[in-house]
């Protein structure tokens, strides 16, 4: 066995550095929070290159004395803790003394601090851990740190990182992390000499809020509750403002920002039965408890926390925030049209649109509006109308076109004519060439359908549509039932995968804006030539904004937002192995929004189209998700349920 040494101060410091400092986002979030645990009520942090090549937070806090500015670069220094007793009731947002030491240890640092009172400040120059340089300096009340070159020392760990777009757009959710787990403070970023966040600092959640998300936050939902000795506040969205991920939660515990399955499933419970599959409510919470009830040290980036009383907690968070979208006046619900002066019933599918009851009598209806758009029951209405009204007769024609075809083809041709009841075979005469066809009908008086000749090997036929969204198909003694929105989805990935070109765009007459997260927001910028592969044009628009120019064509401009932001948490959640599975990823998402909707109205002719490729191409089983697409229900398990077997 290898002899066992203890490691040198600076390799200790590297490993604590990969436990703590991840990229340029990890660096900013502790001094952020140290320049918090000093006091400041104004911070300013600034970054060139996403980070890694500088780095500047100012703050206008205590400061250091010279002594305590040296001694604050050693490991497990800190001004948090005195005994071990203080472990169990920690209520700063630093404690462990780590983190200076780590990011030191890789980085270059320069350091300018004063605290109130004294003539002049201290400056210290840092390299890889070590003090190159000490000077008393003039700098106002405070502290400033700079950090650059950022793992230059350790390029193991810089060929980890992503693009300077990336980088920046992790610092800025770092900033907007500690805006909102502090209102009380004026937070202001800089990326690239360029402003990018300002918060007023003045004490309101709501000022921050508003100030981060924009409009989407004026719409959120105030909660404010106590549960015991628990205190919940902040805001939420309401089911309508449902979003495609979980990327807008965003959890506070004592100011501190931190990822908790409990409390994320104690939040989407006081939404259950309020939300379609597959949408998140979006949050910003604050949960304040007794420092005693919750142990922050568990995670060297203190973004794991466990609470003493689990239940407590799921109980406060849930109760709070269904309190509070049951006290919200515009909440969803179930509305009716207000009675018109003029009487128009409802009217069964089955029966004509212009029927009117027997006890009323029928009053012209108000004129339509032809250029507004129909709602679904009008539109079901509507296509009932067309096909309950008068037929052109249907013989006539048929006798029409044998003649013609009998001119032309001298044979005489037997063609079947479907009454209401049995076929009939029908052999008209051809009348001499002076002489004009007759238009008269042939056969049964009544109005017939010609019969359209099927290929011989399809014995199936489709038998109607189910809810609006199943397809009923008959074969032999089987039937089928075909989910139109799995199946059209599978079709149109198919058709998308199978074409490795750029896939057809169309552009929008009004460009559509979709607001992000800064992290979404960056990862779709720095992927453009992707996003031009799959259709969409887009360009940023500022304040986590991207404008939608184009988009692919088979996809619907009301979708195009929902897609874009499925796109951006696809690329967001990695795999990127290859570029054809991140393409395939977002094919996925593409041919979804495209797809047919469940519970939407179809056309007739499209779920016959639907229906017969299904049914001709065993291949299609699943959709691009995994569930199945058609399921069969057999004429013996039928007969079964009502007891004929």
Known sequence: MPKIIQLSPHIANLIAAGEVVERPASVVKELLENAVDAGASQITVEIRDGGMTFLRVTDNGCGMHPEDARTA????????????????AISTMGFRGEALAAIASVSRIDLLTKTAGAVSGTSLQLEAGKILDEAEAGCPEGTTIIVRDLFFNTPARMKFMKSDTVEGGKVSGAVQLQALA?????????????????????????????????REGGKMVKVDSRWEDYHLYGYVSKPTDARPSRALQTFFVNGRPVRSKILIAAFEEAYRNQLMVGKFPSCVLHLTLPATAVDVNVHPAKTEVKFLNEKAVFDCLHYGVLGGLNKAPDRPQVQFKPVQPTITPTVPPSRPVTATTSKEPAVPAKKPDFFRTMSTQEYRSFSQALQDAPKPNNSAAAATVLAVERQTHPVVRSVA????????????????????????PVGPTEPVQTVLPMPEEIHWRMV????????????????????????????????????QEVISSQALLCPVSCRLDAEGTSVLLSNLPLMKELGFEIEEFGDNTV????????LSPDDAVDALESLATDLIGGRREKNSNVRDGLLHTVACKAAIKAGWHTDHKELQKLAALVMENEDLKYCPHGRPICVTLSKKQLEKQFKRS
């Open 547 to 554: 404008l939608i120019r184009q988009i692919p064509m088979d």
């Open 182 to 214: 502090h209102p009380e403070v004026a937070f202001r970023f800089l990326r690239d000499g360029k402003e990018v966040l300002s918060t007023p600092g003045k004490g309101g959640l709501e000022a921050a809020v508003y100030c981060i998300y924009g």
């Open 464 to 499: 109607g549509e189910l809810y609006n969204t199943y397809i009923i198909v008959e074969q032999g003694e089987e039937a089928f039932l075909i989910d139109k929105h799995a199946a059209h989805e599978r079709i149109l990935f198919e058709k998308l995968k199978a074409n």
């Open 73 to 88: 670069f050693l490991r497990h220094a800190t001004s948090k803790l005195r005994s071990a007793e203080d472990l169990a």
């Open 417 to 440: 004519v479907t009454p209401s009841a049995a076929p009939v075979h029908v052999t008209p005469t051809l009348p001499p060439k002076e002489e004009v066809p007759s238009l008269a």
